[in-house]
């Protein structure tokens, strides 16, 4: 059985601490890692002469940078200094996964280091299950939970400072991921945040077929949320189509990316037009991969939906289709 690698990510204050405790402790996961103690041992093998920025903090490494005029912005300067200061940390949490693959141990690193697009994931998928996550919470949560550790930690001048360029590191964290379809997670609440978790590690998954107008949209994502579920497509049935119409869904992963897209769709009439037509087209009939935490979880969504009568019968889908094919 391959072995779980398990990524945590986000800026200072969010929370991914607790968060990598839960999960290591609810998938038995014995090797739980924070990457500053891996950054404490590059620092004692890299000096500051040679590396400042390394021995700088995640948010004030900005400050070492040489030539500021590079950047058009205080935000890209800040971005940057986050990446020339974790560019030398990287290298070695991916010597620690290569080792843990190796032996087949499975293990959980939390940190601000781990970057989307620098730590190169991609060379373990082979020989181990990999998820990554990048955590968020809003700005004003952020800034009370950022407050509270600083003082916990004792170093709360150093720190309190650093709030809006901790945030600056958020956004940025937020924007890799997404460009990289890496699961953004909303940590204000544990046991949602670490279900989402959960729900991505363990897959268990079914696909939905299901008959709804454009108005019941918004019930549909309800009944899905609640239980910590995500659709990760949608195929529309088209008429005369020998095969359904389908899209990736990307970002769909908690109740408020969720009422975006509802308020996105009822603030624009062009993509509210196009969804609508959509919907004529295939009689209101399509279909989701649900994924969930678990299968009892899958099973509430499943029975929620039948009782708002979305359910809709696949073997009429799959007769239809079969017709068409022989059209």
Request: overall charge negative.
């Amino acid at each position: 059985m391959k072995p779980y690698v398990i990524l945590i990510g986000s800026a200072s204050g969010i929370g991914k601490s607790t968060i990598a405790s839960e999960i290591s402790n609810k998938l038995g996961i014995k090797y739980l890692l924070e990457s500053d103690f891996i950054r404490e041992v590059v620092r004692g093998v890299i000096g500051a002469d040679y590396a400042p920025a390394l021995h700088s903090s995640s948010y004030n490494a900005y400050s070492t940078l040489r030539d500021v005029s590079n950047y058009d912005t205080h935000e890209k300067l800040i971005e940057a200094g986050f990446e020339e200061h974790a560019s030398f940390v990287i290298p070695a949490i991916e010597n620690v996964i290569k080792r843990s693959v190796k032996d087949k141990e499975s293990i959980v690193i939390e940190g601000v280091h781990l970057i989307p697009g620098l730590i190169n994931v991609q060379q373990f998928m082979n020989d181990a299950n990999v998820h990554f996550f990048i955590l968020t919470v809003d700005k004003e949560e952020h800034q009370k939970r950022f407050i509270k550790r600083a003082i916990a930690i004792k170093r709360g001048g150093q720190q309190l400072d650093y709030f809006e360029e901790n945030r600056i590191i958020n956004d940025d964290l937020i924007k890799k991921a997404n460009h990289l379809n890496i699961p953004v997670i909303d940590n204000s609440n544990l046991e949602k945040a670490v279900k989402k978790i959960l729900g991505y590690i363990n897959e268990v998954q079914q696909e939905i077929f299901l008959r709804h107008d454009i108005n019941n949209i918004n019930t549909e994502r309800e009944i899905i949320t609640k239980y910590g579920g995500r659709i990760t497509d949608i195929s529309y049935y088209i008429s005369d189509f020998k095969e359904p119409l389908k899209r990736i869904v990307t970002n769909y992963d908690d109740d408020n990316s969720s009422s975006r897209f509802i308020n996105n769709i009822e603030s624009n009439m062009k993509d509210k037009s196009s969804l609508e037509t959509l919907y004529k087209l295939s009689d209101n009939i399509h279909s989701h991969t649900i994924c969930a935490p678990d299968e009892e979880s899958l099973k509430n969504i499943i029975s929620e939906l039948d009782n708002h009568g979305f359910l809709y019968n696949e073997n009429l889908i799959k007769s239809k289709l079969k017709e068409n094919k022989g059209d």
